[in-house]
C-alpha cells in the first residue's frame, strides 16, 4: 500500500523560502516521474512540478519557473520541492504524488497524503 507524507510547510511572508518533502513509502520511486501539486483555497488541485527518473529531468510550471525547483533522493524515496521568493497566489496546500499525468484525475491515483499547508502573507 503507497503511503505520502507531505511536510514543511507553514506560514511565511513574501519573498521568503520554504522546502518541502514527501516521503513515499510501499513502493520504490526510483523508476516513477514524481510530482508537487497544490490545491489553492476554492480552486482546483493543479500540478506545479515533474522529475523524472534520475532527476535531470525536471518541469514547473510557468507561475513558478525560476522560483521552485524539484529534486528526489531515490535512496530515500523522498521528493522535495525547494520554493523560493513565495508570493501570496502561492498559498495552497501542497501535495505530491507518483507518474502524475495530465489525463489523471484526483481519484485515478492510488493514493493522496495529508498535503501540507503553506501560507504566504503580503
Known amino acids: 500500500q503507497v503511503r505520502l507524507e507531505e511536510s514543511g510547510g507553514g506560514l511565511v511572508q513574501t519573498g521568503q523560502s520554504l522546502t518541502l518533502s514527501c516521503a513515499v513509502s510501499?513502493?520504490?520511486?526510483?523508476?516513477?516521474?514524481m510530482g508537487w501539486f497544490r490545491q489553492p483555497p476554492g480552486r482546483q488541485r493543479e500540478i506545479v512540478a515533474l522529475?523524472?527518473?534520475?532527476?535531470?529531468?525536471?518541469h514547473v510550471v510557468d507561475s513558478v519557473k525560476g522560483r521552485f525547483t524539484i529534486s528526489r533522493d531515490d535512496p530515500n524515496n523522498t521528493v522535495y520541492l525547494q520554493m523560493n521568493n513565495l508570493k501570496p497566489e502561492d498559498t495552497a496546500v501542497y501535495y505530491c504524488?507518483?507518474?502524475?499525468?495530465?489525463?489523471?484525475?484526483?481519484?485515478?491515483?492510488?493514493?493522496w497524503g495529508q498535503g501540507t499547508q503553506v501560507t504566504v502573507s503580503a
Open positions: 504524488n507518483i507518474d502524475p499525468t495530465p489525463e489523471k484525475r484526483i481519484e485515478d491515483y492510488d493514493a
Open positions: 522529475i523524472k527518473w534520475g532527476g535531470q529531468d525536471t
Open positions: 510501499g513502493r520504490n520511486i526510483d523508476t516513477y516521474v
